[in-house]
């Protein structure tokens, strides 16, 4: 039993130690936009000690939703950008961890990679 433990605990500290360098490799949305010019205070507001949650309306500061969802018009299954619930940016673009299918909790939607 004691044996089958340390295997298991040994196993499970491989595993971490994996994901926890490929998520370290890995440049997420807000990298992206810094390395862009966009400042953590432009999506956070000017306080970093008490940073404003982004929803949909920091976005399309920038992201315009009807440009957005002309250009990506061809998009299968549908077109994410005219999604007509669950259409918040954030839902599948987050910023500072990997980008989410949230439409896949219900629909059968994929979408391919979600940059
Ligand atoms: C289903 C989750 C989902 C939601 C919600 C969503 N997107 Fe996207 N977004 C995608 C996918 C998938 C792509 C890749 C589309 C492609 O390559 O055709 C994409 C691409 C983009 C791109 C790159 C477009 C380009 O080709 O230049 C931008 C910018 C973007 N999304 C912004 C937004 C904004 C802003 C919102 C909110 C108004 C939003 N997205 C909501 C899934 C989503
Ligand atoms: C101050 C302007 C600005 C704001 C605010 C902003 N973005 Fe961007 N974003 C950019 C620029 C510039 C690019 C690179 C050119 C492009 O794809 O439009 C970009 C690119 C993207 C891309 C394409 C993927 C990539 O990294 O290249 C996605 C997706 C995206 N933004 C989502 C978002 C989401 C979600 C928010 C809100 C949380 C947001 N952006 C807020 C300026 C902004
Ligand atoms: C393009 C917009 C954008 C930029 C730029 C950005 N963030 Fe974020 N940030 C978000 C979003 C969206 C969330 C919500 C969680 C997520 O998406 O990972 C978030 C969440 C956070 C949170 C958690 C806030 C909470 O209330 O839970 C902190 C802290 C944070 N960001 C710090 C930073 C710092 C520091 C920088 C600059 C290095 C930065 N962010 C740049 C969009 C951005
Ligand atoms: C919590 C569950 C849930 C989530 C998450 C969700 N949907 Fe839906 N969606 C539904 C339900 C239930 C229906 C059918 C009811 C209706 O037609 O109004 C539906 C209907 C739709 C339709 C209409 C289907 C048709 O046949 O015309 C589209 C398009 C759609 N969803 C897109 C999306 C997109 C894109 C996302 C992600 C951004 C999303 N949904 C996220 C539950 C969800």
Not at 43 to 72: R, S
Not at 97 to 110: G, I, L, M, S
């Amino acid at each position: 039993m004691a044996f089958t433990k340390t295997i298991l605990a040994g196993v499970c500290a491989a595993a971490l130690a994996w994901s926890v360098s490929a998520v370290a490799a890995e440049k997420f949305g807000a990298d992206r936009h810094v390395a862009r010019g966009v400042a953590c205070t432009v999506c956070h507001g000017p306080d970093m000690k008490n940073p404003n949650y982004p929803d949909e309306q920091t976005c399309v500061q920038c992201h315009k939703k009807d440009a957005l969802a002309a250009k990506t018009k061809d998009m299968k299954p549908v077109n994410a950008h005219a999604a007509p619930h669950n259409g918040d940016c954030t839902l599948c673009h987050l910023q500072h961890e990997p980008t989410e299918n949230y439409c896949a909790q219900c629909h059968k939607f994929d979408f391919g990679k979600i940059p």
